[in-house]
């Protein structure tokens, strides 16, 4: 059975950038994949920030990014702010029908 | 705005059985997929179920299949999920979610509804 992997925590400096990525345990991640982000602070809905490798949700703004990275899906956050100290998830579409998540980072921003 | 309002979860013995509804508004309900997403306390997120806008068809993950049917009523702007054959690990929080289209990535969410499955 394929996992969906994530850093299980990361840590990045105020001001400073960080990339988040998601993959397989079997395979490379690619746009077919359709890969979303979101972002979850405690006892709150999760926030859709990415979806489609690279396309922003409505209001989202372009401190974050989304991309490919070798063979993995990536999500970058520039600038980074107190308030971006979250949990992070990747999805992805893996045919079908079916989505799975992966187990999320803990991002600290100190 | 999208609009997503779960509701139907409670306590519930093992093997019961609960009926979940989501009711939504702000958007032309019949023209997305749906999806049920949960997150048993302090865990990450996990795919349950997702449904095509017209209905016609279904999904689910193995820890759910055949015990739990994902269902719309497009006239009602309504999304349920028959949940029976409840296990101690189904205690989660449910999370409706406004998909694209067709099934690919969940963009709207919800505020959930707890379901604690225990005797």
């Known amino acids: 059975q394929t996992v969906v992997t994530q850093e299980s925590s990361f840590s990045v400096s105020p001001g400073g950038t960080v990339t988040l990525t998601c993959g397989l345990t079997?395979?490379?991640?690619?746009?077919?994949?359709?890969p979303g982000w979101y972002q979850q602070t405690p006892g709150q809905a999760p926030r859709t920030l990415i979806y489609s490798t690279n396309t922003r949700s409505s209001g989202v703004p372009d401190r974050f990014s989304g991309s490919i990275l070798g063979n993995k899906a990536a999500l970058t956050i520039t600038g980074a702010q107190a308030d971006d100290e979250s949990d992070y998830y990747c999805?992805?579409?893996?045919?079908?029908?079916?989505?799975?998540f992966g187990g999320g980072t803990k991002l600290t921003v100190l | 705005e999208v609009q997503l309002l779960e509701s139907g979860g409670g306590l519930v013995q093992p093997g019961g059985s609960l009926r979940l509804s989501c009711a939504a508004s702000g958007f032309t309900f019949s023209s997305y997929a749906m999806t049920w997403v949960r997150q048993a306390p302090g865990k990450g997120l996990d795919w349950v179920s997702s449904i095509s806008g017209t209905g016609s068809s279904s999904y689910y993950a193995d820890s759910v299949k055949g015990r739990f049917t994902i269902s719309r009523d497009n006239s009602k702007n309504t999304l349920y999920l028959q949940m029976n054959g409840l296990r101690a690990e189904d205690t989660a929080l449910y999370y409706c979610a406004r998909d694209r289209p067709t099934v690919t990535t969940p963009l709207s969410w919800g505020q959930g509804t707890m379901v604690t499955v225990s005797s």
């Open positions: 079997s395979g490379s991640v690619s746009t077919t994949y359709y």
């Open positions: 999805v992805l579409y893996m045919g079908s029908g079916i989505l799975v």
